[in-house]
Antibody
Framework: EVQLVESGGGLVQPGGSLKLSCAVSGATFRDSAMHWVRQASGKGLEWVGR??????????AYTAAARGRFTISRDDSKNTAYLQMNSLKTEDTAMYYC???????????WGQGALVTVSS | DIQMIQSPSTLSASVGDRVTITCRASQSISVWLAWYQQKPGNAPKVLIYKTSSLENGVPSRFSGSGSGTEFTLTISSLQPDDFATYYC?????????FGQGTKVEIK
């Protein structure tokens, strides 16, 4: 069974930083593109960014709101993806999900989410 | 960037009803559209991918159709477990984008 487990969420002040982790088990992590999606309370889903596999040179892509402040990375030896968030704003407050893109099948596995609260 | 517009935002229906949700893309996304179901407190779950392919384990009452810019999700006979929020998502080009969601409520 494929499992994705996020960690690292919490309360941070505006302007601060936080790093989320996503540990993957039960799947060939190194071949998977890993994505991050967020959801503010009571709102819809917002795609944040993704990192491709080593075969695709670990290429990253981000939404405009994340570009320049957020960095997605991965450690294939640990089957873990990361979301480094800097210069956090109150509007970044959300549940952050890591999810896997399965070829043509869309985002097929999701973690349970990590709650990030940006507040003074 | 591609905008995804879902309609309606909220839908009230009864068990047994046929339900259709529409998703429109601001430009062509070919067939690269997925539908997700989300229940309160849970992560989304993929139902349909590549416009019309049913994910393993998803009941056959769910179906998808469309191409280009117009897509639909149909539930042929609404069941109690289907009351949830549904999202479309394009994965044709970056940045990927979701529709704003359709909440299916009990009538």
């Amino acid at each position: 069974e494929v499992q994705l487990v996020e960690s690292g969420g919490g309360l941070v002040q505006p302007g601060g930083s936080l790093k989320l982790s996503c540990a993957v088990s039960g799947a060939t992590f190194r071949d998977s593109a890993m994505h991050w999606v967020r959801q503010a309370s009571g709102k819809g889903l917002e795609w944040v960014g993704r990192i491709r596999s080593r075969l695709n040179d670990y290429e990253t892509a981000y939404t405009a709101a994340a570009r320049g402040r957020f960095t997605i990375s991965r450690d294939d030896s640990k089957n873990t993806a990361y979301l480094q968030m800097n210069s956090l704003k109150t509007e970044d407050t959300a549940m952050y999900y890591c999810t896997r893109l399965s070829g043509t099948k869309g985002l097929d596995y999701w973690g349970q989410g990590a709650l990030v609260t940006v507040s003074s | 960037d591609i905008q995804m517009i879902q309609s309606p935002s909220t839908l009230s229906a009864s068990v047994g009803d046929r339900v259709t949700i529409t998703c429109r893309a601001s430009q062509s996304i070919s067939v690269w559209l997925a539908w997700y179901q989300q229940k309160p407190g849970n992560a989304p779950k993929v139902l349909i991918y590549k416009t019309s392919s049913l994910e393993n384990g998803v009941p056959s009452r769910f179906s998808g159709s469309g191409s280009g810019t117009e897509f639909t999700l149909t539930i042929s006979s609404l069941q109690p477990d289907d009351f949830a929020t549904y999202y479309c998502q394009q994965y044709n080009s970056y940045p990927y984008s979701f529709g704003q969601g359709t909440k299916v409520e009990i009538k």
